[in-house]
């Protein structure tokens, strides 16, 4: 794909159509958002479902992690999260993009299924502890 309309910038408030958005700052820098924050970037493409799949494998991929400053809130600066976006767009197919991107929320979904399933045994065995005490 063209990268040559790609434009990533800092959110500055206002909100376009068929944006994306992306965190700028901590530990989770490059996550995609659903809705804009004040520490985030914003990125405007002609093709946004792509756009938020490659944020999306970029931030999973773990490839910022090494580009984040900051000794107490770490950041990503701009001109490397363009960067490492564009790096990852010229590479990728879309195909694969979707590819990727389905299977990742699969995984999600089976991560939230096991995470409810953890909350629920916690449970169990907090009140199977009670039952014991009580007479």
């Known amino acids: 794909m063209k990268n040559s309309h790609i434009q990533v910038k800092t959110y500055q408030g206002t909100q376009q159509p068929n944006a994306i958005y992306v965190l700028s700052r901590g530990l989770n820098s490059g996550k995609p958002l659903d809705a804009p924050?004040?520490?985030?970037f914003q990125i405007l493409t002609p093709d946004p479902r792509q756009a938020k799949a490659v944020a999306r494998i970029l931030?999973?991929?773990?490839?910022l992690r090494p580009f984040l400053h900051g000794?107490?809130?770490e950041f990503v600066r701009?001109?490397?999260?363009?960067?490492?976006f564009i790096t990852i767009w010229d590479s990728l197919n879309p195909e694969?993009?979707?590819d990727t991107i389905k299977k990742?929320?699969?995984i999600d979904s089976y991560l939230s299924n096991l995470t409810d399933q953890f909350k629920k045994i916690k449970q169990l065995r907090h009140y199977l502890a009670i039952s014991a005490i009580e007479p």
């Not at 924050?37 to 985030?40: A, D, G, K, L």
């Not at 701009?78 to 490492?84: A, G, K, N, T």
């Open 37 to 40: 924050c004040p520490n985030c």
């Open 59 to 63: 931030f999973e991929s773990g490839n």
């Open 71 to 73: 000794s107490v809130i």
């Open 78 to 84: 701009i001109d490397v999260y363009r960067s490492q």
């Open 96 to 98: 694969r993009a979707a």
């Open 104 to 106: 990742l929320d699969a």
